[in-house]
């Protein structure tokens, strides 16, 4: 019985071990998502700060604030021909 028990508590000890190091890791990604999140509040312009307040409210997902003149353009599209297998 002393046996099963010591197992057991080596194995809770071992997991307590792991849980602790991901809550670090957690906690330590969760200030740099928060330190970005603040640069990124105070980088924004009010106009998209109210697109994106509005967005949130609403539940839509968000969409490109970027102007149509800045968007990368693709090149035209080109016909398909199947000359042979597609790697």
Not at 49 to 70: I, L, N
Request: a negative charge.
């Amino acid at each position: 019985m002393d046996l099963v028990k010591s197992h057991l508590m080596y194995a809770v000890r071992e997991e307590v071990e792991v849980l602790k190091e991901q809550i670090k890791e957690l906690i330590e990604r969760n200030s740099q998502l928060e330190q970005e999140n603040s640069l990124l509040k105070t980088l924004a312009s009010p106009e998209q700060m109210a697109q994106f307040q509005a967005q949130t409210q609403t539940g839509s997902p968000p969409t490109s604030t970027q102007p149509p003149a800045q968007a990368p353009t693709l090149p035209p599209a080109q016909p398909s021909h199947n000359s042979g297998p597609s790697a």
